[in-house]
């Protein structure tokens, strides 16, 4: 019942105070008083760099000089300690549905040995914290490289600037791997009922018993699903939506230095794209794992039309129709707290609104632009 009986993946995740829920050797979960003290914790404490930032602003905003830019960083930076408050809180309150997954994970697993499969959930999820490791580590790159040209610049501004950003920036991809990682975890069990489906070409007596496991381990997964969606729907969409703002703003940025293209502009370019980096990866692979799960969802479907079985055994005509129906009723699909689904419509739809918005955007700068060329020629 102890931390030392979690791995270090969840540890990590409990450090960050994203899973104040404790795991037993088996993986069941249970709830923790000290994790919702360490929440709760943590939470005054991101509350207290809320108010804080408006006495910081004076260190990287310049009073003298009105500049929209750094405006536009300062809002940046209040929403992603905000959306880091709702991260923490959403874990704290939502971690019922988590204890749930969790424990219907257990199910899962339990009922996986009883068609002669043995999933390590330890092992897997030891190999999911060097992954993730290696992404953190991908992020530290692209940000530090920031930080090494705000120094060349002699930007002192920015570059506390970016030290303030940049923990609560870390903290939002931490969320967003936390959210893959348990639904790769889903897709590995669909992947593996699909193989044992399409094993199966018809129903006598063996295959009908591996066929009712199969169709309980859908329904666990469908509601493992669930939990998901009512454990990070809140935090999703509010990631989602910072990481919008930020490549439509830091795309507009891009825009401008374009049009004044000198070394330092090219070194400014290339900040913003380092700068956009982890935002475009965090969509673009949420989108893609919550894909390809569905596809294995599809193809469970499919597999399961194509075995064959007696007409005359009403019996196994009722169960396949009950295992359609469940199949078409309980879809294991992912959303952003109802808002949204996630998968590739959603890459389509924010590449054709960041369009739309810098397309405005850049309007409004060019009339900016030749009324005061206008000006300057009356």
């Given at each position: 019942m102890?931390?030392?009986?979690?791995?270090?993946?969840?540890?990590?995740?409990?450090?960050?105070?994203?899973?104040?829920?404790?795991?037993?050797?088996?993986?069941?979960?249970?709830?923790?008083?000290k994790l919702r003290r360490y929440s709760i914790f943590l939470l005054w404490c991101l509350s207290t760099s809320i108010f804080s930032v408006f006495y910081e602003r004076d260190l990287f905003l310049n009073s003298k000089k009105s500049n929209v830019g750094e405006t536009v960083d300062f809002i940046q930076l209040v929403l992603m300690r905000m959306s880091s408050i709702i991260i923490i809180s959403e874990a704290f309150l939502t971690r019922q549905h988590?204890?749930?997954?969790?424990?219907?994970?257990?199910?899962?697993?339990?009922?996986?040995?009883?068609?002669?499969?043995?999933m390590n959930f330890q092992a897997?999820?030891?190999?999911?914290?060097?992954?993730?490791?290696?992404?953190?580590l991908l992020y530290s790159i692209f940000e530090s490289f920031c930080l090494v040209t705000y120094k060349y610049r002699n930007r002192t501004d920015l570059l506390i600037y970016w030290i303030s950003y940049m923990p609560f920036l870390f903290f939002s991809c931490?969320?967003?791997?936390?959210?893959?990682?348990?639904?790769?975890?889903?897709?590995?069990?669909?992947?593996i009922v699909n193989e044992k489906l399409k094993q199966i070409t018809f129903i006598h007596q063996h295959s009908m018993e591996n066929l009712q496991h199969l169709r309980m381990i859908c329904y666990k997964l469908s509601i493992m699903s669930q939990m998901?969606?009512?454990?990070?729907?809140?935090?999703?969409?509010?990631?989602?939506?910072?990481?919008?703002?930020?490549?439509?703003?830091?795309?507009?940025?891009?825009?401008?230095?374009f049009q004044n293209l000198k070394f330092k502009s090219i070194i400014k370019i290339i900040e913003i794209i380092f700068w956009s980096l982890p935002h475009?990866?965090?969509?673009?692979?949420?989108?893609?794992?919550?894909?390809?799960?569905?596809?294995?969802?599809?193809?469970?479907a499919m597999f399961l039309h194509r075995i064959n079985f007696n007409l005359s055994k009403k019996q196994h005509s009722i169960f396949m129709s009950h295992f359609n129906l469940q199949l078409l009723q309980q879809k294991i699909q992912f959303h952003a707290f109802g808002f949204f689904n996630i998968d590739f419509t959603l890459l389509f739809a924010i590449a054709a609104t960041v369009t739309t918005y810098l397309v405005i955007l850049i309007q409004f700068h060019l009339s900016e632009k030749y009324k005061g060329t206008e000006m300057t020629f009356t």
């Open positions: 102890s931390i030392s009986c979690a791995d270090n993946l969840h540890r990590f995740y409990q450090i960050c105070g994203i899973l104040p829920i404790q795991l037993c050797i088996n993986f069941k979960a249970n709830q923790s008083k988590l204890i749930n997954y969790f424990n219907n994970l257990h199910d899962v697993d339990e009922l996986m040995m009883k068609i002669n499969v043995k897997e999820q030891s190999q999911n914290f060097i992954k993730i490791f290696i992404i953190l931490i969320r967003y791997l936390q959210l893959m990682n348990l639904i790769i975890i889903i897709k590995r069990r669909i992947d998901i969606n009512l454990s990070f729907g809140l935090s999703t969409l509010i990631n989602l939506a910072n990481d919008f703002i930020t490549i439509t703003l830091n795309s507009y940025f891009t825009f401008v230095a475009c990866m965090n969509i673009i692979a949420l989108a893609t794992v919550c894909q390809l799960t569905l596809l294995s969802t599809n193809r469970t």
